[in-house]
């Protein structure tokens, strides 16, 4: 496969066709546990160890899964990566994944995941649906984080509270205070917080993609011109 071929699945993953900002699936751990920047990186590796495996698993069998039990084989799969992954963050992040809660293991039902294992794994090589699995999961991450930092820095006035449920008590000090004495705003920490941040981000990606087409009709029409002008 040509590098194009790569460079085009990293682009889909992590803009054109990012899970969270185009496709909108994911929507409920999405909105619900990115209150903070950490619960939402959290979440984010998760979901993008459970894509990476499970789009690695069902490109290695592909070939030998009848269609007639495909997708109860994709889910029993999803079950068994996110069971493992739930495991380990309770033996070694117990705290971040009591905050996590039932948001963990109701990674089995994110339709991205069983989305792309459909749509791509079951139809690509190994490599390129690990690598499928990687931009995507790691596109979903980067809208959890970044969503988790804006509610965060609104709803608390910090960035990275609480990084010790992830990283252990000595990241209890990468706490930065954006706005000292500031009493928070509730409403950023709520649900509705979430669909307003969401809502803010998917238009900035519109306005970005509207203002990069825009663009590039101006240089075709520029260099049409030019050859026009050649021409006579």
């Not at 699936?25 to 950490?38: D, E, K, N, R």
């Not at 039932?102 to 990674?107: M, Q, R």
């Not at 500031?182 to 307003?196: D, I, R, S, T, V």
Request: aromatic share 6%; hydrophobic share 55%.
């Amino acid at each position: 496969m040509s590098d194009t071929s790569y460079r085009d699945i990293v682009k889909q993953g992590l803009w054109d066709n990012n899970q969270a900002l185009v496709a909108l699936l994911g929507l409920c751990p999405l909105l619900a546990v990115s209150s903070t920047a950490i619960n939402g990186l959290g979440l984010g590796l998760a979901t993008m160890t459970t894509l990476t495996i499970t789009n690695l698993l069902v490109a290695s069998i592909r070939r030998w899964l009848r269609s007639e039990i495909r997708i109860p084989m994709f889910v029993i799969i999803i079950a068994c990566v996110v069971t493992a992954i739930e495991l380990l963050m309770s033996a070694h992040l117990h705290h971040l994944y009591l905050v996590l809660g039932i948001f963990v293991p109701l990674i089995v039902t994110n339709c991205a995941i069983i989305g792309r294992a459909e749509a791509f794994a079951s139809k690509n090589t190994v490599i390129l649906s690990t690598l499928d699995g990687i931009v995507m999961g790691l596109g979903f991450t980067l809208v959890l984080l970044v969503l988790g930092i804006i509610r965060e820095v609104i709803g608390y006035g910090t960035i990275f509270r609480n990084a010790e449920l992830m990283l252990g008590e000595w990241a209890s000090q990468l706490t930065v205070t954006i706005l000292p004495g500031y009493n928070g705003l509730l409403l950023a920490a709520l649900p509705p917080g979430a669909f307003m941040g969401l809502a803010l981000l998917v238009a900035l990606k519109n306005k970005i993609d509207l203002w990069q087409s825009n663009r590039k009709k101006i240089i075709r029409k520029s260099v049409s011109v030019d050859l026009q002008a050649s021409r006579i």
